[in-house]
T-cell receptor
Framework: GQQVMQIPQYQHVQEGEDFTTYCNSS?????IQWYKQRPGGHPVFLIQ?????EVKKQKRLTFQFGEAKKNSSLHITATQTTDVGTYFC??????????FGAGTTVTVRA | GAVVSQHPSWVICKSGTSVKIECRSL??????MFWYRQFPKQSLMLMAT?????????EQGVEKDKFLINHASLTLSTLTVTSAHPEDSSFYIC???????????FGPGTRLTVT
């Protein structure tokens, strides 16, 4: 079945620095979604990418979908303490089910 | 965004008993609801997909007789963990999607502890 791999598993970042988390699927996706889960909380939808090569920005977050629709990345600039949490990518084929990556857990040192 | 509630938020039960968890979409009609299980510091594992008015579709390795799912209305799905054992202790999260959007909105989760 569909597998989504995500790296790195942990990202410890100095406040103000940038970082990127990467996602790769074993199969071509119809869309990829990103979620953020704060410690003790539940996943919250961030964004969906549908088109090949698509790039979307949300303030300091930049999301990309690869040309082959098999990989994606999330880049965060000028990391803040509010960025702490686990970021999951989740890939979907046409059946609306999501296959979640392992997540990247981000901690920030001031 | 759309709101999904889940009840109870936590439950402790004795081994051998059954526990029911409710998932409700509060401000939209959820044609599809999903049930996930999440172990500490791990990702979400999809257990089953339920569509209103039809039987749930279970993922490989998930026992349908142990995890009973009912999606009786467009706003309510329930997960019943039957004859619970300590290894069933976990964080169970539901999510829902409507007819007009792809993304899923998650409930706050239910932490189940089986003693």
């Amino acid at each position: 079945g569909q597998q989504v791999m995500q790296i790195p598993q942990y990202q410890h970042v100095q406040e103000g620095e940038d970082f990127t988390t990467y996602c790769n699927s074993s199969t071509t996706l119809s869309n990829i979604q990103w979620y953020k889960q704060r410690p003790g909380g539940h996943p919250v939808f961030l964004i969906q990418l549908v088109k090949s090569g698509e790039v979307k920005k949300q303030k300091r977050l930049t999301f990309q979908f690869g040309e082959a629709k098999k990989n994606s990345s999330l880049h965060i600039t000028a990391t803040q303490t509010t960025d702490v949490g686990t970021y999951f990518c989740a890939g979907s084929s046409n059946d609306y089910k999501l296959s979640f990556g392992a997540g990247t857990t981000v901690t920030v040192r001031a | 965004g759309a709101v999904v509630s889940q009840h109870p938020s936590w439950v402790i039960c004795k081994s051998g008993t059954s526990v029911k968890i409710e998932c409700r979409s509060l401000d939209f009609q959820a044609t599809t609801m999903f049930w996930y299980r999440q172990f500490p510091k791990q990702s979400l594992m999809l257990m089953a997909t339920s569509n209103e008015g039809s039987k749930a579709t279970y993922e490989q390795g998930v026992e349908k007789d142990k995890f009973l799912i009912n999606h009786a209305s467009l706003t309510l799905s329930t997960l019943t963990v039957t004859s619970a054992h300590p290894e069933d202790s976990s964080f169970y999260i539901c999510s829902a999607r409507g007819t007009t959007f792809y993304e899923q909105y998650f409930g706050p989760g239910t932490r189940l502890t089986v003693t």
